[in-house]
């Protein structure tokens, strides 16, 4: 007698689970994820095959234009405003309350003396964008480029915590620049810093 073969059903899958969590994973990947601002000036550092990274937060930038400009960020939010106070005390210059918080929120990088700031923070975005900077000095006679960094530093020690430096200049940059700031940095004992540069492809 033949043997009866049984009727091969065919194999089904509900993808349905599957697709439910992916829309899920999307919708909190969309919620949570954190776009880095936009910087104020664009800088095309120089390539290296360096494979050490700079840390992604408690860092502070020092970033010089072509024409030999220097900007400063510093992206720890806590020390911004305490660190505004620093250095209006040290150059007699008094930040209201509503300064203060544009200085913490708005600002990503500057670039002005910090006599100029007060009328800088005043700026809208707009305005910010289409100002003429002159970089915040760096020469040997007024040094405010380190005076940033060193305040800063101090503050961060203050609070059992520290800040990295980063410098990052643009491939066109001059070498006496880059050396004029070194120098800086060398005269308050500031030796330790990461050159910021784009990776060799």
């Given at each position: 007698?033949?043997?009866?073969?049984?009727?091969?059903?065919?194999?089904?899958?509900?993808?349905?689970?599957?697709?439910?969590?992916?829309?899920?994973?999307?919708?909190?990947?969309?919620?949570?994820?954190?776009?880095?601002?936009?910087?104020?000036?664009?800088?095309?550092?120089?390539?290296?095959?360096?494979?050490?990274?700079?840390?992604?937060?408690?860092?502070?930038?020092?970033?010089?234009?072509?024409?030999?400009?220097?900007?400063?960020s510093m992206d720890?939010?806590?020390?911004?405003?305490?660190?505004?106070?620093?250095?209006?005390?040290?150059?007699?210059?008094?930040?209201?309350?509503?300064?203060?918080?544009?200085?913490?929120?708005?600002?990503?990088?500057?670039?002005?003396?910090?006599?100029?700031?007060?009328?800088?923070?005043?700026?809208?975005?707009?305005?910010?964008?289409?100002?003429?900077?002159?970089?915040?000095?760096?020469?040997?006679?007024?040094?405010?480029?380190?005076?940033?960094?060193?305040?800063?530093?101090?503050?961060a020690k203050e609070?059992?915590?520290?800040?990295?430096?980063?410098?990052?200049?643009?491939?066109?940059?001059?070498?006496?620049?880059?050396?004029?700031?070194?120098?800086?940095?060398?005269?308050?004992?500031?030796?330790?810093?990461?050159?910021?540069t784009a990776s060799?492809?």
């Open positions: 007698m033949a043997r009866v073969k049984p009727k091969r059903h065919g194999i089904r899958i509900d993808m349905t689970p599957m697709t439910d969590l992916a829309w899920l994973l999307l919708t909190f990947f969309i919620l949570t994820t954190q776009f880095k601002p936009e910087e104020t000036i664009a800088i095309d550092p120089p390539s290296s095959v360096s494979q050490i990274k700079i840390r992604d937060r408690g860092v502070m930038k020092i970033s010089i234009t072509t024409d030999g400009k220097y900007y400063f720890e939010l806590k020390y911004r405003v305490p660190l505004l106070n620093a250095m209006g005390k040290k150059y007699n210059i008094t930040f209201t309350p509503e300064e203060q918080q544009e200085f913490k929120n708005a600002i990503t990088d500057f670039g002005v003396p910090i006599q100029q700031l007060k009328e800088y923070l005043k700026m809208t975005e707009t305005q910010r964008e289409k100002v003429v900077v002159s970089g915040i000095p760096g020469d040997s006679t007024n040094s405010q480029i380190t005076e940033w960094v060193f305040e800063a530093r101090e503050l609070a059992g915590d520290s800040l990295d430096l980063g410098i990052k200049g643009d491939i066109k940059t001059q070498y006496p620049v880059f050396k004029n700031l070194l120098a800086r940095l060398q005269d308050k004992n500031m030796n330790k810093f990461q050159l910021i060799e492809d």
